[in-house]
């Protein structure tokens, strides 16, 4: 949520200062380069036509992934990994720091400017892979990348990235509903192995409930996963992974800081669901303002299979996935395609902005609880992405038209 | 104008609704919830008016008559969704209850319904001001500031900022009205809130003489503080009249 305010302002940032169109060659665009002054058709032909060969070497990089994984090639898989990272953090962020540089002339040298780089790229890299640091850098790293990732994406070329949009959330929809889909392949192999996918996986801080001693952890064993995967330009391929449950609230919540009944995850255990789980259990002496526990718990305890309440003492351990510190878990990939729909609905106005964010939280609402019914491998992608280009269209054809007039005319309701 | 404008601006539209949130809203992820779909509910309601209306659009006529019907409908049209969102909200809270007392928990309290209805009104208030007032605070940040004729005396920014306060207290604090008026059945309670907002609407008609701002806005004030007023005295009768179910803890 923070990284997406990040990026749109970034990106204005930017936008201001590029008048010069940009136009990266990359996979997406391949097939064809947009310039402003093609009819109606032949951008949308050209939009699909770059989205297909987009989606098409995505679907060939996640197979081969799949297929080193079943190689149990995990060793490389991690070094690719922290390969793609460090030439995301160094080469990206280098650009968009020299435009920041550019933008507000800051003062500083060629050698200081390589050094602070290439040093924030190396701790980025641990931070990522060696899950022993301080959460905050970590969970920071995380933001950074994915926010570095969305921005390049954000100079396709308009149409391309709506088309591109949805085009990625259809192929979500198949890679892991379908079953000769190469994401649950992966995640069926990775259960059944029992072993880590090698991910970029973003944790929020670990949440232990402080009042109720009485109150154990519940560990759920997920056997579903929502699937994020970023295809990325001719440089990088950040395969990205994930467990379920993205949270996007989670921040928000936790820095609050709450006595709400928290459910502590151990393992890969992700209980999510801050956002559905209202439970605030006092278990003060005397005054308790207890509320009722909601439509989460009652999820749990589906999913559980059992009759038991969330005060149940089951610590299942499931050695899944990076949390060992039991924490709730997010992925990254998800969060990327997100920002890039804000970024570029900011390209246009903020009313979008605030349409769009809207949106793609119900989609994240109606994706979790989606999650809690269906009790397996969902894609994140799909509802989240199609409410946000919705509203986006929307507010940009309707809204915005309509609030103008009312409120030039300081008419307000 | 500046940075420092804008901010300004933002916060004068928001402060006091920032600082309920962080204050009460926070700390129960229940609530923020709540917030988070009024102001979605809210911001559907607004497309769909829009889609209405889009046909006539942009209005060239200089006549009132025209503004009037489109507040008219709009707002006819969301106090009709109000009431669907308390339909709504009943069938939660009898869900909740009923899942309260399978695991042996106490029901929703007084208080909480109450917070409840407060999350609501805020959600309602807080989209408001976003869509009407803040979305359009982007130029506000540069280096200029922008003027309307018919209330030429103050920056426009500034203006909207005032209106969206009081619009955003009066919908947080009419959710509250209009619930408790529909689990009571108070008939004048749930006529109150309805006509509050066709009123208030109807005050920034009064804008649209030249100069009218200068009365619009104090009276639209004071449209806001009756209904504080309002549902601060409810709120006193409500929890001072059983005392039992009355908690000391937000």
């Known amino acids: 949520m923070f990284m997406v305010v990040i990026l749109v302002s970034i990106l204005d940032n930017s936008t201001s200062s590029d008048s010069s169109s940009v136009q990266v060659t990359s996979i997406a665009t391949i097939a064809y380069t947009e310039s402003s002054s093609d009819s109606f058709w032949e951008k949308l032909k050209g939009a699909l036509l770059n989205s297909l060969a987009f989606v098409a070497v995505v679907t060939v990089v996640t197979f081969i992934l799949v297929l080193l994984f079943y190689l149990r090639c995990t060793k490389f898989l991690k070094y690719y990994m922290g390969f793609s990272a460090f030439v995301v953090l160094g080469f990206m962020g280098g650009e968009v720091a020299l435009f920041l540089i550019e933008k507000f002339s800051i003062p500083i040298d060629c050698i200081t400017f390589l050094v602070v780089l290439f040093n924030f790229a190396t701790v980025g890299v641990l931070a990522v892979f060696m899950s022993k640091m301080a959460i905050l850098v970590t969970q920071g790293y995380l933001v950074v990348i994915g926010v570095l990732v969305a921005y390049w994406f954000t100079f396709l070329p308009e149409w391309t990235t709506w088309v591109l949009l949805v085009a990625m959330a259809l192929y979500d929809l198949a890679a892991v509903l379908l079953p000769v889909g190469p994401l649950r392949l992966l995640v069926e192999l990775a259960i059944s192995r029992d072993e880590d996918i090698p991910a970029l996986v973003y944790e929020a801080r670990p949440v232990i409930n402080h009042d109720s001693a009485s109150r154990g952890g519940v560990v759920q064993r997920r056997v579903w996963r929502e699937r994020r995967n970023v295809g990325n330009d001719s440089t990088n391929n950040l395969n990205n992974e994930s467990n379920s449950n993205s949270n996007v609230n989670a921040n928000l919540v936790l820095e609050s800081n709450s006595t709400c009944g928290t459910l502590l995850s151990a393992g890969t255990g992700q209980i999510d669901t801050r956002l559905i789980i209202a439970e605030e259990v006092r278990n003060l002496d005397g005054d308790a303002e207890v509320t009722v526990p909601l439509i989460q718990d009652r999820m749990n305890v589906q999913l559980q299979g059992q009759e038991e309440v969330v005060s149940s003492e089951n610590l299942m351990l499931e050695g899944m996935g990076l949390g060992s510190s039991g924490a709730i878990k997010l992925g990254l990939g998800d969060f990327i395609f997100y920002s890039v729909l804000v970024g570029r609905a900011a390209m246009y106005d903020y009313m979008t902005v605030y349409a769009c964010y809207l949106a793609i939280i119900a989609g994240l609402g109606v994706t979790l609880m989606l999650l809690a019914f269906c009790q397996k491998a969902l894609p994140a992608l799909p509802v989240s992405i199609m409410l946000g280009v919705l509203f986006y269209l929307l507010t940009r054809l309707l809204l915005e038209i309509f609030i103008v007039q009312c409120s030039l005319n300081l008419l307000m309701f | ?250």
């Open chain 2, 1 to 250: 104008m500046t940075i420092t404008a804008g901010i300004g601006y933002t916060l004068l539209a928001i402060g006091p609704s920032l600082s309920l949130f962080i204050s009460v809203i926070s700390k129960k992820p229940f609530l923020i919830l709540t917030v988070l779909s009024s102001t979605l509910l809210w911001l559907i309601s607004l497309i769909v008016l829009s889609g209405l209306w889009r046909a006539f659009l942009p209005l060239k006529s200089t006549t009132w008559w025209p503004y009037a019907l489109i507040l008219l409908t709009s707002i006819a049209f969301q106090e009709a969704l109000r009431l669907l969102f308390w339909r709504l909200y009943k069938r939660l809270e009898d869900i909740l209850d009923a899942f309260a007392d399978k695991i042996a928990k106490p029901r929703l309290l007084l208080t909480d319904k109450l917070l409840i209805a407060l999350a609501g009104g805020l959600g309602h208030g807080v989209a408001h001001a976003v869509f009407f007032c803040i979305s359009l605070l982007t130029p506000a940040f540069g280096p200029a500031t922008y003027f309307v004729e018919k209330c030429s005396k103050i920056p426009f920014f500034l203006v909207s900022a005032i209106i969206a306060l009081a619009f955003v207290t009066i919908h947080t604090f009419s959710m509250v009205i209009a619930f408790n008026g529909y689990a009571e059945g108070n008939k004048v309670d749930q006529l109150f809130v309805p006509v509050v907002h066709l009123v208030a609407g109807m005050m920034t008609l009064v804008n649209f003489a030249s100069g009218g701002c200068v009365i619009g806005i104090p009276l639209l004030y004071l449209v806001m503080m009756l209904t504080l007023f309002h549902c601060g005295k409810m709120v006193w009768r409500r929890l001072t009249d059983n005392p039992n179910r009355l908690v000391n803890s937000l």
